[in-house]
């Protein structure tokens, strides 16, 4: 080897050093960056000229690359938008709302929360991507292995929302002892479509042993008490009750509708659920415990909601993200895909830890999370990052030393280099 390619070599191994201490810097600087990959940098021998000619040359050339399949640890955080993704898989997101599927990308940075425009972002400023979805969590998209049935999380456009009753339960004791022909009254809530609630009244006739007749009254708006509010259907129902005070039967079926609302709600279909034929959950029939003959221990629960606003969203393991109101209610809103690749070691690096799809990464399939080899979700919680202190340290000593080293043979090569221009004068 000439003195000319000791010199080159030498600078090469300096380059090559110099670039290994770049990504020792950036792992450490990074060792606290939510799912941060740690750059390993790995080192190949150039030879140049010919097998066995007098004038080759060797340097060496120094080639980065991320673990992207390495778990960093998953830790719990207090924040209900937090999701990490525990084994294979990416999150899809996009730099801008609205950009085509051909310029999303992927990352596993999961520290998303809602901004000022109602946008779910990561700290990096990228936008969640999921399937719009049904208030019962089914996915709207007809085509689930396309990016474009993606969207960027919105919930700016979610107001309050309400619940239309569908079930009423009811407990209550009619007094065995009470008179043929007594008639004693009760009342129900229920909740219309807009979230207004009515009154519906029921009068209870013994009409003969162990048997009553059932009839409902046309609702009122629970906030006076007076005005009719809509038009009811249904009834009467013949109750009838075993001699051991349990339930015997009700006919017709205890089902009623009310159509009409005052208050301009979608009409409503409601079920009575007065107990089980036969049992003694509900309604039952013994003796009254009061001097006051009348409808006792009397308890309904329907399953409509008052109108609400929204109040927090939440993930859950299921990728799935749902709305919170403050009566109660939840409505599912998108759900989640994982992003899967066949070399996930192949994806182009955008900026932090984002990523791009390329030939070498493979084709992107999206799946639910834990289906399809996608890894499963953990709510409120973030992965950490890959970087083990320890380790960059002791890798930082190597190349140090071989940095030392290399530039020990420069300066022998330009010392060597004097002393022949010394000869020649």
């Known amino acids: 080897m000439s003195l000319s390619a000791a010199l080159s070599t030498a600078v090469s191994g300096l380059t090559a050093q110099s670039r290994a201490l770049s990504a020792i810097s950036e792992n450490i600087a990074n060792s606290s960056t939510t799912a941060y990959k740690t750059t390993d940098v790995y080192f190949q021998a150039l030879v140049s000229g010919g097998k066995g000619s007098s004038t080759s040359t060797s340097a060496v050339t120094a080639k980065s690359s991320q673990a992207m399949s390495v778990q960093g640890t998953v830790t719990s955080t207090s924040v209900a938008t937090n999701v990490a993704i525990q084994d294979a898989g990416f999150f899809v997101v996009t730099n801008e709302p609205g950009a085509a599927a051909s310029e999303d990308m992927y990352t596993r940075n999961g520290s998303f929360e809602t901004n000022a425009d109602g946008y779910l972002i990561n700290t990096e400023g990228f936008y969640l ?201 939840s409505l599912a809103i998108y759900q989640i895909p994982i992003a899967t690749f066949s070399n996930p070691n192949g994806l182009t690096l955008v900026s932090g830890t984002t990523y791009d799809e390329n030939s070498a990464a493979g084709q992107v399939h999206l799946n639910l999370p834990g289906e399809g080899g996608a890894g499963s979700l953990v709510a409120s919680a973030l992965e950490g990052s890959t970087t083990d202190i320890a380790t960059e340290f002791n890798k930082m000593i190597i190349a140090q030393q071989a940095y030392s080293a290399a530039s020990q043979v420069v300066s022998s090569a330009g010392d060597m280099f004097d002393s022949l221009i010394q000869a020649v004068r």
């Open 129 to 329: 991507m999921g399937w719009p979805t049904d208030a019962d969590g089914n996915v709207l998209a007809s085509n689930t292995n396309d990016l474009t049935g993606l969207s960027a999380i919105n919930l700016s456009s979610i107001g309050g929302t309400a619940k239309a009753t569908t079930e009423i339960e009811m407990s209550a004791n009619v007094p065995a002892d009470a008179a043929v022909g007594a008639a004693l009254t009760t009342s129900m809530q229920m909740i219309d479509s807009l979230g207004v609630s009515h009154t519906v009244g029921q009068t209870w006739t013994k009409t003969a042993d162990n048997t009553w007749s059932l009839t409902l009254s046309d609702p009122v708006l629970t906030s006076d008490g007076v005005t009719q509010s809509g038009t009811i259907s249904g009834g009467p129902y013949t109750v009838v009750f075993n001699t051991d005070g349990s339930l015997g039967s009700v006919t017709p079926a205890l089902d009623f509708s009310v159509t009409g609302f005052s208050s301009g709600a979608a009409d409503s279909a409601v079920t009575l659920d007065i107990g089980e034929v036969g049992g003694t959950d509900g309604v039952t029939q013994y003796a009254s415990t009061s001097s006051t003959i009348g409808l006792e221990d009397v308890q309904t629960e329907q399953d409509g909601a008052l109108y609400g606003e929204l109040s927090g969203i939440s993930i859950d393991s299921d990728g799935l993200v749902t709305a919170n109101f403050d009566n109660g209610i």
